[in-house]
């Protein structure tokens, strides 16, 4: 039975899933298996957010700076990324998801690049949820080559500094288009971003959860929802009534 009635969701929520290697250590196991785990958690997560009626959903996969671990894990998170893809891609599409990758696309090796834009155009006409994937993304990174393509078009004479405005930076993200996130969560009870949506997430709810990656069900999500839905959103201004004009 859908939960989809149960609550009024925000449009888009954003995750950083963090502590699969926390949950297999906990457990004597590798860290490969918290990873495997972790992908198990991501398909219940796509399909509760679609259920939910979240509109966009945004996954933190595999940042600019995780090429910096061990060899063997980066092989072995590849490995998953790839299987993920080969593996959930025809239900996906059946299940209307559409599929965006947001990160750096120059300089991957091997065929994980066209795995990724095999799925994007796959999905490309779905009307279903879409499921951002940040691969090989960071938030600092994201905003040079933004300011790089601003750069450029000054430059050239096509535009001048005074054109470049928060929404004209906005749309040469590589989030152009969608909406900023209303929740991010992320998971270990780490509290920070980790260079993940910085400019996007200007005026997102923030939510850190005790849960490790593993542990994310369709009813952490729920209960995730339920506490952003008591939250009073502001957006920089003032709505409590004491403290209007001539109280």
């Not at 490995?79 to 947001?102: M, P, Q, S, T, Y």
């Not at 910085?198 to 542990?215: G, H, K, R, T, V």
Request: glycine share 8%; hydrophobic share 40%; charged share 25%.
């Amino acid at each position: 039975m859908s939960d989809r009635h149960m609550i009024c969701p925000p449009k888009h929520v954003a995750i950083i899933m963090d502590g699969n290697g926390r949950w297999a250590k906990a457990r004597g196991l590798p860290r490969s298996m918290g990873h495997r785990k972790g992908v198990e958690a991501v398909r219940e997560t796509v399909r509760a957010a679609g259920d939910l009626g979240i509109s966009y959903l945004t996954l933190y996969a595999f940042s600019s700076e995780n090429w910096s671990r061990p060899e063997a894990e980066v092989n072995d998170l590849m490995g998953l990324l790839k299987a993920f893809i080969r593996r959930d891609l025809a239900e996906l599409h059946r299940e209307n998801v559409r599929i965006r990758i947001i990160g750096d696309r120059t300089n991957l090796r091997g065929d994980i690049m066209p795995l990724l834009l095999e799925a994007e155009e796959t999905t490309r006409n779905n009307t279903g949820i879409t499921l951002l994937i940040a691969f090989n993304y960071g938030a600092r990174d994201e905003m040079v080559r933004a300011m790089r393509r601003l750069a450029a078009e000054v430059a050239a004479g096509t535009m001048s500094p005074d054109d470049i405005t928060p929404a004209r930076v906005s749309a040469s993200l590589d989030t152009s288009g969608i909406p900023d996130p209303d929740l991010i969560l992320r998971t270990s009870g780490e509290e920070r971003l980790s260079n993940f949506l910085l400019w996007q997430a200007a005026y997102s709810e923030l939510m850190f959860l005790p849960e490790l990656w593993p542990d994310f069900t369709r009813e952490t999500l729920i209960h995730a929802i339920e506490r952003f839905q008591r939250r009073e959103r502001r957006f920089g201004g003032v709505t409590a009534p004491s403290l209007a004009v001539g109280s």
